[in-house]
């Protein structure tokens, strides 16, 4: 019995020990794999760097590159340590494989196929204000997984890019302008006509406004206490720009009305009894 168990140790071993050489091969192999990656990566860079392609694009053309290289080593020194591989032998077990990992990992999957839809189409660059799902901030990075966003206030949301793509997304910074609204309530018994000029002459000297694209000033509603217009203007895309003039704009109204004599009131409460109140004397 231990003849037995003594020659099945020294065979295990010596099988080891001769493929040794082979194994070490293929871990240079794989090495020098990760070097060539890593420095055709730069390489890429460097090229992508000098022309007008988006940053995303840049990192998925820098990721396939990396990719390409790494599955080469790999495959390499899986021929190495099993010399009966074949190509063709070793892609038909890729493509089994791929359909039962495909099936184990179909959201990562899934996040992976949506980054590089993500990384090759135009809208949404880095750098962009979006705002999807409840979620809203500058896109600071994205990889073939996930999406960093940043919001206004410093968190950083880690989203997956399977809900980036499939959800409707709202970019807030696709042009440099945007329309901001206010509303605006006078009283009920002002002059609209001059209430409306008023609002527009404001509006017009504030320099964050694009007069070009013109002013909106809409009488839109009968409110409680007042009569509410609906102010519009171009300004900054951007939400701290769009804050700013929003600021400038209510400060001008407001000066304006005021200069004009006209009344920005305030909710109006009437109380009515069914009985008489007494007075005390």
Known sequence: MLSQIDYQVTFMWNSF???????????????????????????????????????????????????????????????????????????????????????????IFENFLAGVLIMLREKMRIGDVIECEGING????????????RAASGELTVVPNSILFKSPVEILTDV???CHTVVVGVSYDTDLDQAAEVIRTAVETVDAVDVGKGIDVFACEFNSS????????????????????????IRAIKSGLDNAGIEIPFPYVSHTFKEPVPLDK
């Open 17 to 107: 020990v001769s493929t040794l050489p082979v194994l070490v091969i293929a871990i240079i192999v794989l090495l020098v794999a990760g070097l060539v990656a890593g420095s055709a990566a730069k390489i890429a860079d460097k090229i992508t760097g000098k022309t007008e392609l988006r940053p995303s694009l840049r990192n998925l053309i820098e990721t396939l590159v990396k990719l390409a290289i790494w599955l080469f080593g790999v495959m390499l020194a899986a021929i190495i340590v099993f010399p009966d591989l074949t190509p063709g032998s070793l892609f038909a077990g890729l493509g089994i494989g791929a359909v039962a990992i495909g099936f184990a990992f179909q959201d």
């Open 138 to 149: 500058k896109v600071e990075h994205i990889t073939l997984r996930e999406t960093h966003i």
């Open 226 to 249: 007042s009569v509410d217009f609906l102010v519009r203007w171009w300004a900054g895309a951007a939400p701290r720009a769009g804050h700013e003039s929003r600021d400038k704009i």
């Open 176 to 178: 440099e302008q945007r």
